[in-house]
């Protein structure tokens, strides 16, 4: 096999993977996946779980196929190689034999050779598509570097899913540290692989939770992961995470993204509309389901949160994703239709803008209706067997439930949406899919913060990158922690922006931003070098 520019898939056919201590990394074996793995699933469900989360993490996936899914339609002159590792099921049990098939991409176009830089990018909850290595920052700074580039899927996420389904005992084996462990095996069996030299830097890359993961990589492995740039990365675990509405409320007002007073207060008036329809009757509820396109009765008040949830996340996700190509609605966009019948008197008022920016949405994500059935959700959940699609709810809720929290609530009285769904139904959850108390989910969340150190981690050589009109960031590390934690708060940008392709659209704070990133990383890797030097390599 030519390690550098040859086909890196099938180079071994099985073969066992051992156990192995996690902060010292475990082997992969490079294998060919099984043909009932090689068809993508459908990238859009027609009848999504319901739940606000959920809605979010499909604007999200929406988002990164959009920014992803073009990396094949630029006249590459060669496609990124798709391979596949064995790694360990349970990496922390040597006496373990089970494996599974972890999916990575590989970009090889700019790579110097054996001495060159490796950039590692995270895949985080859900797909990893080709375009990972192709398109995108992390990517465009290959050529200049002259970075090898792979792309890392999440284990359980994707494609690589371990056979036996999704039941509890399966799902033990999926948290952080685990796929922190595959990236310390993934690290090693690539280098041999694909002959990189033992000097050469590996930086890791990667965005939301992927960027937590990115972090962590540096802090858990200073022997194999040289850096880390981490965007939007929520390392700080939080149980009730009511700071979300509370960014999503002030990133409403700021005129630089197209907020204002008034589009801030015209949701509130919009919220307050959808809840006085709900205490109306019968008729007025079957009324708001028609002109909101929920799929099914609001009569329970467990669908009424639904509901409520979804039309907040919504809202949420057009901050979140404020500006970025493929999403359905800027904030600008979406003020400008929460304010469209001030002047012609209408009685739909901010309420009619609500329900507009609904159908958009659920045009863009390919969905018929806003699905509402708590019942329905959960059944969905509970759903053990092999995931139809890359989004990965059943998997997200566990390790939401046994890691990080992350529930978005707005019982704070300055948040301008319901109250609804309120923290105890979002942990009942955890409850009824998986039989996991509420206090055990918060015991989960502090054992989290406690082992990574949340927004103090203490790892060197790493670069957080936020956008401050992001939710997230408040989760992240926002400011520099010490010379070797620095850290970007870029102005007025959304959830992991700088991560996406370079447009001439892009606001001048953007642009510094990257600039500033490029910067980081000839340091680090002049760094390197030197310390090649002194070690006689």
């Given at each position: 096999?030519?390690?550098?520019?040859?086909?890196?898939?099938?180079?071994?056919?099985?073969?066992?993977?051992?156990?192995g201590d996690a902060e010292g990394g475990v082997t992969g074996e490079e294998v060919r996946a099984p043909r009932r793995w090689r068809a993508e699933a459908p990238k859009t469900l027609r009848s999504p779980a319901a739940s606000a989360a959920s809605l979010l993490r499909r604007l999200g996936t929406h988002v990164r196929q959009f920014r992803e899914g073009s990396g094949l339609r630029l006249g590459a002159a060669a496609p990124p190689k798709e391979g596949w590792l064995e790694q360990p099921l349970d990496p922390f049990n040597a006496s373990?034999?089970?494996c599974f098939l972890q999916r990575y991409w590989v970009n090889d176009q700019h790579w110097t050779g054996p001495d060159g830089p490796v950039?590692?990018?995270?895949?985080?909850?859900?797909?990893?598509?080709?375009?990972?290595?192709?398109?995108?920052?992390?990517?465009?700074?290959?050529?200049?570097?002259?970075?090898?580039?792979?792309?890392?899927?999440?284990?359980f996420y994707g494609l690589s899913v371990p056979a036996g389904g999704l039941e509890v005992a399966q799902l033990r084996y999926l948290s952080s540290r685990h796929a922190l462990a595959d990236v310390g095996a993934a690290r090693l069996a690539l280098s041999r692989l694909f002959n990189v030299s033992a000097s050469s830097p590996w930086i890791c890359f990667g965005g939301s939770y992927a960027g937590s993961l990115a972090a962590w990589a540096r802090l858990k492995f200073p022997h194999l992961i040289f850096a880390s740039v981490a965007s939007s990365a929520p390392v700080r675990a939080v149980l009730d995470f009511s700071e979300y509405n509370d960014v999503v409320s002030r990133s409403l007002r700021n005129a630089a993204i197209g907020g204002s007073s008034e589009?801030?207060?015209?949701?509130?008036?919009?919220?307050?509309?959808?809840?006085?329809?709900?205490?109306?009757?019968?008729?007025?509820?079957?009324?708001?389901?028609?002109?909101?396109?929920?799929?099914?009765?609001?009569?329970?008040?467990?669908?009424?949160?639904?509901?409520l949830g979804q039309l907040q996340a919504l809202v949420g996700g057009a901050v979140q994703?404020?500006?970025?190509?493929?999403?359905?609605?800027?904030?600008?966009?979406?003020c400008g239709l929460l304010?469209?019948?001030?002047?012609?008197?209408?009685?739909?008022?901010?309420?009619?803008?609500?329900?507009?920016?609904?159908?958009?949405?659920?045009?863009?994500?390919?969905?018929?209706?806003?699905?509402?059935?708590?019942?329905?959700?959960v059944a969905q959940l509970r759903d053990t067997a092999a995931p139809v699609s890359g989004v990965g709810d059943r998997q997200w809720l566990y390790q939401t439930c046994t890691e990080f929290g992350f529930y978005v609530t707005c019982e704070d009285p300055g948040c301008p949406f319901s109250q609804l769904p309120a923290l105890p139904s979002q942990l009942d959850l955890c409850e009824q899919v998986f039989g996991l108390s509420a206090s055990s989910v918060a015991r989960a969340v502090a054992r989290t913060n406690s082992y990574y150190g949340?927004?103090?981690?203490?790892?060197?050589?790493?670069?957080?990158?936020?956008?401050?009109?992001?939710?997230?960031?408040?989760?992240?590390?926002?400011?520099?922690?010490?010379?070797?934690?620095?850290?970007?708060?870029?102005?007025?940008?959304?959830?992991?922006?700088?991560?996406?392709?370079?447009?001439?659209?892009?606001?001048?704070?953007?642009?510094?931003?990257?600039?500033?990133?490029?910067?980081?990383?000839?340091?680090?890797?002049?760094?390197?070098?030197?310390?090649?030097?002194t070690d006689g390599i």
């Open positions: 096999m030519d390690n550098r520019n040859g086909k890196t898939e099938g180079a071994r056919p099985g073969g066992g993977g051992g156990g373990d034999g089970r950039f590692l990018h995270l895949g985080g909850e859900g797909s990893l598509w080709p375009g990972s290595v192709m398109r995108g920052h992390p990517a465009a700074l290959a050529p200049a570097l002259g970075a090898l580039v792979v792309g890392l899927e999440h284990r589009c801030r207060a015209a949701a509130a008036a919009a919220f307050a509309e959808v809840e006085r329809r709900l205490r109306s009757g019968a008729a007025a509820r079957a009324e708001l389901r028609a002109e909101l396109g929920a799929c099914g009765p609001l009569g329970r008040v467990e669908d009424q949160a639904e509901l994703y404020d500006g970025q190509a493929g999403a359905p609605l800027s904030v600008r966009q979406l304010l469209a019948d001030r002047s012609n008197c209408s009685r739909l008022g901010p309420y009619g803008g609500l329900r507009r920016a609904a159908q958009i949405v659920m045009r863009s994500l390919g969905q018929r209706c806003l699905s509402v059935s708590r019942a329905e959700m949340g927004q103090s981690p203490g790892a060197t050589q790493v670069l957080f990158v936020n956008g401050d009109a992001d939710p997230w960031h408040v989760l992240s590390v926002a400011q520099a922690l010490g010379p070797s934690e620095a850290a970007l708060l870029i102005p007025d940008a959304s959830h992991c922006l700088d991560m996406a392709p370079e447009r001439p659209s892009d606001p001048p704070s953007l642009r510094l931003a990257r600039q500033k990133i490029f910067q980081q990383l000839q340091t680090w890797l002049r760094r390197a070098k030197e310390s090649q030097v």
